[in-house]
């Protein structure tokens, strides 16, 4: 039953102050089992929604419910959520075991039993040996797992997670990602997980809220923002993406005619519901551009000039100006590399249809 | 120095010295840098703070005047058994070291010394003073002769004082302000009660500190969480408030407090307008008086430190304990309170140690019976000048800190905070 919904937001709004609403009018349904991220830049909402689940902050309008109940009067220490927080908040005075067993002993479990579950908890996250270490004794990443471990010992279906890795290098960071979403797979557990390091929230999610300004922009798997954004925030804020602002002069159909200010003319697929005459920022990715005689095939063929040249290893990115437009982007694999290319020369780019979406009008 | 270290391999550094020396010898390295960086400071304390601090304290064990005065006597007490009178000889090394001491005019400072311990021995010594020498009638000994003279010279328990005094330190101060002499077996025994005074007032001094004590962490403790949760900006400017009363001199405080408790004071003269009593409440010039000025003054040094450690627990601890289960009460008594403990601990530790050495207020604001040790320290100084008493109640209240604050450190292990 992966589709089931555990939480569900209905119209939920929130403001702090009474005069901005930090989350407006928040509809959202968080499956069973899926690892939901919710992304987006600070200050957009993103731990104000997840303290609102949790309990610690109220909606100031809406409903949230949670395995069917209304959870909105049900108080945060009866809500039987996971949370593990960016700053651990393993308690200091308590011992890696003891602190696994705070949940356990509020249950009113038996002693050995709290002593399995305790065991079962350490090996999971694997530091059965430091049970008896104070968090103080303990690196950064063991006190995260000792944390994610007791976000989970009490076996909760819901388990909230607020920037964990924010205080790690970034190597360990990578590496507690992986560790989060296998421990994730194994256990089946519903997380709902804030950052804004979309690296992160695509490799972990199964689903990415991209929140901007309390209002979630899109949500998707990481596939669909990455090849699909519904807007030009999201195309923006998800990957590298290049932008080429026009007029709309055109339609047919899923596609649409865009003309560039030195009056090309580009086919790109028609996302916003945008008429004839108006502004529209395109979104093309950079991997999605060919170069010269790759470009033949493509409906869209412009001249660009090559600004710079930039060596990675395991491609190379070329920094061009397109129809008078700077900062436009091209990967190029090192194989397909042309070793007589200098800055300053005029290239012909080109992209299918299919690769460019006509997005509502940036801000210029 | 960088050494590299593998679990596999036997705990030594690369030059084969086993680690642990190795770390010893770093950690030691630490220590000595530490050292030298407090070593100004500490030659500081140690010339204006140390050095008195001994030497007053040797005052409370101190007992020149007799030895020195009546050497010859102390001297030739030295075997005497104490049961009998003693011998004739000790009568002659008496007349000799009073014939000496009227010379150099030292008799009263012996006399002083030894009234202390028996009344009457003042006067019973100026007055053999002044006879010296005698002049024994035919066939009478000079033991004779003093006898004659005053017969308390035949009472043992009068040589007994003398030749308790025999060495040139003594208990008796220290004795005395426990409450405790040296019996006729010479065994520490409480002095009967009519004359105990001091067992009563360190009572009532460890008493008193104990509730101002309480009521400062009573009131300070939810201030300091009340700030604490405040931002900060709120809380800086509500922090100027509770420091206000430190920029003032206690004694302006105590006497503002005078005018606003006693019975025409405005407490009272505002209470009666209310007609919320009758008559004018007792507030000024007893206990009560004393607790409220003293709760007053010294509520900063709660607060302070309470605060300081509360402001670094993250609001996440107390969140973590709620989303694991608990309920917030439990929680804040299990995750928030021991988390305060250290920095609340050192606060009222501080509190309790200012009190038992407090002097102006209850000199001020309180009876009699509010007077705590350190008014008998200034008693003993400036009105009787009896230095050994003085020494003797000050050493105690020191023990009594050093006790204190031993307790401390073990309880919040505050000698994790060593050098280097
Ligand atoms: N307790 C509060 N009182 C008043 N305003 C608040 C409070 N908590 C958050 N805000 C405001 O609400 C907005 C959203 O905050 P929130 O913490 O949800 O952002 P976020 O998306 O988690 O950002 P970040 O990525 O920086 O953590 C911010 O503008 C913040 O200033
Ligand atoms: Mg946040």
């Keep these: ?364 | 120095m960088s050494e590299s270290f593998s679990m596999n391999t036997p705990l030594t550094a690369a030059d084969g010295v086993p680690l642990k020396t190795r770390l010893q010898q770093q950690r030691r390295m630490r220590q000595l840098k530490a050292l030298l960086l407090v070593l100004p400071l500490a030659l500081f304390l140690l010339l204006t703070f140390l050095v008195p601090i001994a030497t007053l304290l040797t005052r409370s064990v101190d007992n020149p005047e007799v030895v020195s005065v009546l050497r010859e006597t102390t001297q030739a007490l030295k075997p005497w058994d104490g049961k009998s009178l003693p011998a004739v000889a000790v009568y002659d090394a008496l007349s000799r070291d009073l014939q000496r001491a009227q010379a150099e005019k030292t008799v009263p400072d012996a006399a002083k010394r030894l009234n202390m311990e028996q009344s009457g021995f003042r006067s019973l010594l100026q007055k053999t003073a002044r006879k010296i020498p005698l002049a024994p009638e035919a066939g009478q000994s000079t033991r004779d002769a003093f006898i004659a003279l005053d017969e308390r010279w035949g009472d043992v328990s009068h040589w007994q004082v003398i030749a308790r005094n025999g060495s040139s330190w003594t208990p008796y101060y220290l004795m005395s302000s426990l409450d405790l002499r040296q019996g006729a077996d010479g065994k520490p025994e409480l002095v009967p009660e009519d004359e105990r005074a001091f067992l009563s007032i360190f009572g009532r001094t460890l008493w008193m500190s104990f509730w101002v004590t309480v009521w400062c962490l009573a009131l300070g403790y939810p201030l300091a969480y009340w700030l604490a949760t405040l931002p900060t900006r709120k809380s800086n400017l509500l922090m100027i408030l509770v420091l206000l009363p430190f920029w003032t001199s206690v004694l302006v405080r105590v006497a503002s407090w005078i005018v606003l408790l006693q019975s025409e004071g405005l407490v009272n003269g505002a209470l009666l307008w209310l007609g919320i009593v009758d008559a004018p409440l007792e507030l000024a010039f007893n206990r009560t008086g004393v607790y409220i000025a003293m709760v007053h003054i010294l509520l900063p040094f709660v607060i302070l430190p309470a605060y300081s450690v509360m402001k670094s627990i993250p609001p996440s601890y107390m969140r973590a304990a709620i989303s694991l289960g608990d309920h917030p009460f439990a929680a804040f008594w299990k995750i928030y309170f021991p988390q305060t403990i250290a920095g609340v601990a050192a606060g009222a530790l501080l509190v309790f140690i200012m009190c038992i050495g407090y002097y102006i207020t209850p000199a001020l604001l309180g009876s009699p019976q509010e007077q705590m040790v350190s008014y008998y320290v200034a008693f003993y100084t400036n009105v009787t000048i009896n230095w050994g008493m003085a020494a003797a109640l000050g050493s105690l209240l020191l023990l009594a800190t050093l006790l204190l604050y031993g307790l401390y450190s073990r309880l919040v292990g505050a000698n994790r905070l060593s050098l280097g």
């Design chain 1, 1 to 364: 039953m992966a589709d089931e919904v555990l939480v569900s937001f209905r119209g939920v709004q929130k403001s702090y102050d009474g005069e901005s609403l930090i989350v407006k009018n928040l509809d959202l349904d968080i499956r069973r089992g899926e690892f939901l991220t919710l992304l987006g830049p600070s200050g957009s909402g993103k731990t104000t929604c997840l303290m609102m689940l949790a309990g610690f902050e109220t909606p100031s309008h809406g409903e949230i419910h949670f395995d069917g109940k209304l959870l909105n009067h049900i108080p945060p220490h009866k809500r039987n959520i996971g949370m593990v927080f960016q700053n651990y908040a393993l308690f200091p005075h308590m011992t890696v075991a003891e602190n696994l067993a705070y949940p356990l002993t509020l249950r009113k479990m038996g002693k050995s039993e709290i002593a399995d579950r305790v065991k079962n908890g350490l090996a999971m996250v694997r530091l059965e040996s430091l049970g008896h270490r104070y968090p103080g004794q303990l690196s950064g990443g063991q006190q995260q797992r000792v944390a994610l471990a007791r976000a989970l010992v009490f076996e909760p279906k819901l388990v909230l997670m607020d920037e964990p890795l924010g205080a790690l290098d970034k190597q360990l960071r990578e590496h507690m990602q992986l560790e989060i979403k296998h421990l994730h797979e194994r256990l089946g557990v519903t997380v709902v997980y804030v950052t804004h390091d979309q690296g992160e929230a695509l490799t972990m999610s199964d689903r990415v809220a991209v929140f901007k300004d309390g209002i979630i922009q899109q949500i998707d798997t990481a596939s669909t923002l990455y090849e699909s954004p519904a807007n030009s925030f999201v195309a923006n804020f998800i990957g590298e993406n290049n932008t080429l602002r026009g007029e709309v002069v055109d339609l047919a159909g899923e596609l649409c005619d865009v003309r560039l200010h030195d009056g090309a003319l580009v086919k790109a697929r028609r996302v916003a519901m945008l008429g004839s005459g108006e502004v529209t920022s395109m979104s093309v990715r950079p991997e999605r551009v060919r170069l010269n005689a790759a470009a033949a095939g493509c409906e869209n063929r412009l001249q660009a000039r090559l600004m710079e040249f930039i060596y990675l290893g395991d491609h190379v990115r070329l920094r061009m100006e397109v129809a008078g437009q700077g900062g436009f982007i091209v990967k190029v694999p090192v194989g397909e590399v042309d070793a007589a290319w200098q800055v300053g020369d005029m290239m012909d780019v080109g992209w299918m249809a299919r690769d460019v979406r006509a997005l509502d009008a940036l801000a210029a």
